[in-house]
């Protein structure tokens, strides 16, 4: 493929991405395929000789679209959202066009692109000023952190624990100096959410440290008195106590976690506190949301995706930490052919990236900030997010209104918790009447016991329209299943 054919295949893909996000309603929101099932669509092996474009293309609606779930269709429901505009769409073309691996500010006397490094850290910076951060944590102050886009909230929850492991480790052996490293590792205990997401315990499993899971209130949150209990036993045992990961915005409900109590404590009992808001962190930017970050300035890190909610298509996920000495200490690792003259200088550890990650190499990913945040600008990125949450509303409202069915945590955002009123059995019944139908997909989750749905609002094309649509489609079967015979 030459550049002319080049233009002319890169005009028509536009236009086929553009007609499947226009068109993507029309389309079952669930595949109904079997696994394996693509196997036998292509051949054993690469071919030796080039196919033609139009081939391939073809392939794409015969073996590829079948199997897709849809993400950004308005009739999905499932999970959290993953966020998609055609600015972010554009910035990634430029992204892989560009090729650039911004591994260091420079390498040797070889430039590694700075412009991708240096814009990271302004995007960063913009991000943070949106959520109002406290000003350590921004880069371009007199503070001692700054930001970083990691590929995931987990890999940034990982390197947070990680960094927190090897500030203990050295601490304890600053006053204990015939401990072993392993002495101390064997010693150390870890803490989160009963409500945490799985990423966090396999954090602690990669880490190597134990992880302890803190029960929650009645709102699903974690509050002082249960996790400063449990540390008291801990350390009363011999244990150390060096981590804990607060959630904001829980997977299963939307919980908060009380960092305000939470903070201090950590804070008095040298522990350091991550703060995982990978879903919620994007609403920070709504005034009247920004409250629930309130306690921030207590933590060592706070992470959230801006791929979920912030119209920054995958994989985009920001972490901040308040002392960047702490997490480019655990990781700092400089080969010969890494080092380069501005590595000693201030503005190095502000401008290299390397240690701040678990890859090597990195993408151009703030250029999709970038490009959102000056095409959409705050206050559209804001009234997307309170459009969204409005839409939660809009079907809690429905929900409440028909006697049958109960609301199982408060709806702040855009997720609404809610099942049938009776047994377990009953809900995941109809649920699996709704996966079957592939109309809409929604997931379960399970608060004290219960079986329960969850209803995301997702996509970016979310209207009313869909919302109630949805609502007629989970009554009519609802109505269906209650007229069997054992209901």
């Known amino acids: 493929m030459d550049a002319a054919e080049f233009r002319r295949r890169g005009k028509e893909m536009v236009d086929y991405v553009a007609d499947y996000l226009e068109n993507i309603e029309k389309r079952l ?39 897709i779930t849809h993400w950004h269709s308005p009739y999905f429901f499932a999970y ?241 930490v308040k002392k960047r000495t702490d997490i480019i200490g655990a990781f700092k690792m400089e080969p010969l052919y890494l080092k380069h003259e501005n590595q000693e200088s201030g503005r190095s550890i502000t401008f290299t990236h390397t240690h701040w990650q678990i890859p090597l190499g990195r993408r151009f990913r703030s250029l999709k900030l970038w490009f959102v945040f000056r095409l959409y600008g705050l206050q559209g990125l804001q009234a997307h997010i309170r459009k969204q949450v409005a839409l939660a509303k809009v079907f809690e409202s429905l929900v409440r209104a028909d006697k049958r069915f109960e609301i199982c945590a408060e709806v702040i955002m855009g997720l609404v918790c809610f099942r049938l009123k009776g047994s377990n059995e009953l809900n995941q019944n109809l649920l699996k009447r709704i996966t079957d139908s592939r109309e809409i997909h929604l997931v379960p989750c399970q608060l004290s016991g219960r079986f329960v749905l969850r209803f995301a609002i997702c996509a970016r094309t979310t209207e009313s329209s869909h919302i109630q649509q949805a609502w007629r489609h989970i009554t009519q079967l609802t109505f269906e299943l209650l007229q069997e015979p054992s209901h």
């Open 29 to 67: 929101v669930y595949p109904d395929v079997e696994p394996g099932y693509l196997r036998s669509l292509i051949p054993t092996e690469a071919p030796l000789e080039p196919e033609s474009y139009e081939d391939v293309i073809k392939d794409v609606e015969r073996v590829i679209m079948p199997g």
């Open 80 to 320: 959290f959202s993953a966020a998609s505009s055609y600015p972010a769409m554009l910035a990634d073309m430029l992204c892989g066009a560009l090729g650039c691996i911004g591994f260091s500010w420079t390498v040797c006397v070889l430039a590694a692109s700075p412009a991708c490094t240096e814009l990271e850290t302004v995007m960063l910076d913009w991000l943070g000023k949106m959520l109002q951060l406290p000003e350590c944590f921004i880069a371009g102050t007199h503070g001692s952190g700054g930001g970083v886009i990691q590929g995931t909230a987990s890999e940034a929850t990982l390197m947070s624990l990680l960094a927190a492991r090897c500030k203990a480790i050295r601490r304890v052996q600053a006053t204990n100096s015939n401990y072993s490293e392993s002495d101390v590792l064997g010693k150390l205990v870890a803490y989160t959410s009963e409500q945490a997401h799985s990423s966090v315990e396999r954090a602690a499993l990669i880490g190597g440290v134990m992880m302890k899971q803190v029960p929650a209130d009645n709102s699903y949150a974690v509050r002082v008195d249960m996790l400063k209990k449990m540390m008291e036993e801990d350390k009363a045992a011999g244990l150390i106590p060096f981590y804990f990961c607060a959630t904001l915005g829980t997977t299963p409900s939307c919980a908060f976690d009380r960092i305000v109590e939470l903070g201090p404590l950590c804070n008095e009992e040298n522990i350091w506190m991550h703060i995982d808001a990978a879903y919620a962190g994007s609403a920070f930017i709504c005034p009247e949301f920004r409250p629930l970050l309130n306690g921030v300035e207590f933590a060592d890190s706070f992470n959230f995706n801006p791929h979920k909610w912030l119209l920054v298509n995958f994989d985009c996920s920001a972490m901040w």
